[in-house]
Each structure stands twice: as structure tokens, then as C-alpha cells.
């Protein structure tokens, strides 16, 4: 069944269907939370309040981009969450899944698989480097593949804004890779 049938069906109360749309969405939601609250517990927290809210809100869903929708309300839950902390958190996000496949699985050299989980940390430690109104438009760009309309539309933000959280972010990823020398100058 395709996407657009399984909210048909959600829309008309069908759980089985909306709990498709779950296993479909629940990865993405929960590493975008992660990401932008650092707090894998705030994580799964906002992950399952996503999608509680997506449930009771499912008929007022338009169509367009479903995923963008959900990363909305994600988004949306986020923000309440940074507002109830009144400060942004500075928590680790170790706790980010790098990659749960075993070492000897993969058809690289250990010396490539290290090199990969260490550039993967330098990331992570790099995004967590950015304010939070541009880290979550990179991570919406460069990690969910989101246009940047979509982008505007998940963060209420002129499309203007996003290509200039956008730019600003990625400069200071880049300049955080080029200091800690991971990324060439």
C-alpha cells in the first residue's frame, strides 16, 4: 500500500495503517529530535509525542508532504521542549546511533570502518557546535533530504531565512571540521 492510501486510511481511523506510517517516519523523527535536543530520553519522548499528536491531527492533514508534516510537529515539540528548559540544552549526543551493523559485517577494512565512525563523531560534535535554529535547517537539508520549501514549511520560516540559516550552518560546520582538522582548507 503507498503512502498516500495509508493516510487515507489513518484518516478514516484505521490504527493498522497509521501504525504503518510509523515504521515508516519513526527513525527520521527520533534522530531529528535527538539531534536538536541532545537528550536521547527528550528524544524518544518528543518521538512519541509526534506521533500522538500526528494521530489525533490526521484529518486535518491537506496532503503534500507528509514527512515534512511530521517533521513540523517534531519541530513544533522540540521548541516547547527548549522553552520548558529555558536554555538549550549542552548535552552530548553520543547517544546518536552511528551504525548498528557489526564491524566484520561490512565489506570495508577495519582502518575504513574506524576512520568512518570517527568522522561520524566529528560530526555529531559539529552540529552540536551550531545554534539550534540552524542546526535543525542542516539536518533538514543534508540529513532528510527536505527542499528548502519543505524546510519553510516545517520551520515557519521565509524561504529566505532558511537559505541563510543554511548557509550560516553549514559555514560553521565547515569551519568547525577545518579546526579540528577533519575537513582539507
Given at each position: 500500500?503507498?503512502?498516500?492510501?495509508?493516510?487515507?486510511?489513518?484518516?478514516?481511523?484505521d490504527l493498522d495503517?497509521f501504525?504503518?506510517?510509523?515504521?515508516?517516519?519513526q527513525?527520521?523523527?527520533?534522530?531529528?529530535?535527538?539531534?536538536?535536543?541532545?537528550?536521547?530520553?527528550?528524544?524518544e519522548?518528543?518521538?512519541?509525542?509526534?506521533?500522538?499528536?500526528?494521530?489525533r491531527?490526521?484529518?486535518?492533514?491537506?496532503?503534500?508532504?507528509?514527512?515534512?508534516?511530521?517533521?513540523?510537529?517534531?519541530t513544533?515539540?522540540?521548541?516547547?521542549?527548549?522553552?520548558?528548559l529555558?536554555?538549550?540544552?549542552?548535552?552530548?549526543?553520543?547517544?546518536?546511533?552511528?551504525?548498528?551493523?557489526?564491524?566484520?559485517?561490512?565489506?570495508?577494512?577495519?582502518?575504513?570502518?574506524?576512520?568512518?565512525?570517527?568522522?561520524?563523531?566529528?560530526?555529531?560534535?559539529?552540529?552540536?557546535?551550531?545554534?539550534?535554529?540552524?542546526?535543525?535547517?542542516?539536518?533538514?537539508?543534508?540529513?532528510?533530504?527536505?527542499?528548502?520549501?519543505?524546510i519553510?514549511?516545517?520551520?515557519?520560516?521565509?524561504?529566505g531565512?532558511v537559505?541563510?540559516r543554511?548557509?550560516?550552518?553549514?559555514?560553521?560546520l565547515?569551519?568547525?571540521?577545518?579546526?579540528h582538522?577533519?575537513?582539507p582548507?
Amino acid at each position: 500500500m503507498d503512502e498516500t492510501d495509508l493516510i487515507g486510511r489513518s484518516k478514516e481511523g484505521d490504527l493498522d495503517s497509521f501504525n504503518s506510517l510509523v515504521e515508516s517516519y519513526q527513525g527520521r523523527v527520533y534522530n531529528l529530535s535527538l539531534c536538536m535536543l541532545r537528550n536521547a530520553q527528550a528524544a524518544e519522548d518528543v518521538t512519541q509525542d509526534t506521533f500522538f499528536s500526528a494521530w489525533r491531527s490526521i484529518g486535518k492533514f491537506r496532503g503534500g508532504s507528509f514527512k515534512a508534516w511530521l517533521m513540523r510537529i517534531a519541530t513544533n515539540l522540540c521548541r516547547d521542549q527548549f522553552r520548558l528548559l529555558k536554555h538549550y540544552p549542552t548535552t552530548s549526543l553520543d547517544a546518536l546511533p552511528l551504525d548498528s551493523q557489526d564491524p566484520s559485517s561490512l565489506a570495508e577494512l577495519p582502518q575504513d570502518y574506524t576512520e568512518r565512525l570517527e568522522l561520524a563523531e566529528e560530526l555529531r560534535d559539529g552540529l552540536s557546535s551550531i545554534i539550534p535554529e540552524q542546526r535543525l535547517v542542516v539536518i533538514l537539508c543534508d540529513v532528510e533530504g527536505l527542499s528548502y520549501e519543505e524546510i519553510a514549511r516545517v520551520t515557519g520560516c521565509s524561504l529566505g531565512t532558511v537559505k541563510s540559516r543554511l548557509s550560516r550552518g553549514r559555514a560553521q560546520l565547515r569551519d568547525y571540521l577545518r579546526q579540528h582538522g577533519t575537513f582539507p582548507r
